[in-house]
């Protein structure tokens, strides 16, 4: 099971690009990589989801290096509203679905 | 559509009473989770159903807490009896399946107050 490590906290300015780092040492062939957000008094939402190289869709970029040991969450110039917990998970084929860990996560503080 | 809808939003009940929480998963969502999130435990999967199939339980706490889904458009988490530290926010979220390519819909979550 792919346990991941990432910074417990970041803080930023509005209008920055913010890249949250997560490692995956233990990643298995067949995982994903995925990553939420969580506002507070909400529930997590899904925002990007990638295999290898780089994924990007309206909110969000992803990037994966060849060795797949780690991604980077990139979010372009921030705002006050991007303030969150992000959280970075390994998702198990389907045959090991039940072991889904979210972790601490990173608390992204924007400042004006 | 609506989303992932959780009832009651706030629950506030004494030790030792019957607790309910429910949750209607998003139509043509086949896999539908419960969570849990604590300040000190983070976020935890307690049970996960397929096709209205309990998969996997392991993450529920201890017998007093069970789960079930009668059909495709409910499911229920009930803890008899609550304690005080059964206190958290609960989590239901819903997937097209269990594949890891299936992002998961939270709902808004329920917050539990066990006095």
């Known amino acids: 099971l792919a346990k991941t490590t990432q910074p417990i906290s970041m803080d930023s300015y509005e209008g920055q690009e913010v890249n949250i780092t997560c490692s995956h040492n233990?990643?298995?062939?067949?995982?994903?990589i995925t990553w939420y957000q969580q506002f507070p008094s909400q529930g997590p939402r899904f925002i990007i989801q990638?295999?290898?190289t780089k994924v990007t869709n309206e909110v969000a970029s992803l990037f994966i290096p060849a060795d797949r040991k780690s991604s980077t969450l990139s979010l372009p110039r921030v705002s006050l509203s991007d303030t969150a917990v992000y959280y970075c998970?390994?998702?198990?084929?389907?045959?090991?679905?039940?072991?889904?860990?979210f972790g601490a996560g990173t608390r992204l503080a924007v400042h004006p | 559509d609506a989303g992932v809808i959780q009832s009651p939003r706030h629950e506030v009940t004494e030790m030792g009473q019957e607790v309910t929480l429910r949750c209607k998963p998003i139509?043509?969502?086949?896999?539908l989770f419960w969570y849990r999130q604590t300040m000190m435990r983070g976020l935890e999967l307690l049970i996960y159903?397929?096709?209205?199939?309990?998969?996997?339980d392991s993450g529920m706490p201890e017998d007093r807490f069970s789960a079930k889904m009668p059909n495709a458009s409910f499911s229920t988490l009930k803890i008899q009896p609550s304690e005080p530290r059964d206190s958290a926010v609960y989590f239901c979220?819903?997937?097209?399946?269990?594949?890891?390519?299936?992002?998961?819909?939270f709902g808004p979550g329920t917050r539990l107050t066990v006095l």
């Open positions: 979220a819903s997937s097209l399946g269990l594949a890891a390519i299936n992002e998961q819909f």
């Open positions: 990638g295999y290898k």
């Open positions: 998970l390994v998702d198990p084929s389907a045959g090991g679905y039940n072991k889904l860990i």
């Open positions: 139509s043509g969502h086949n896999s």
């Open positions: 159903f397929n096709n209205n199939v309990p998969i996997d």
């Open positions: 233990n990643i298995a062939t067949n995982d994903y």
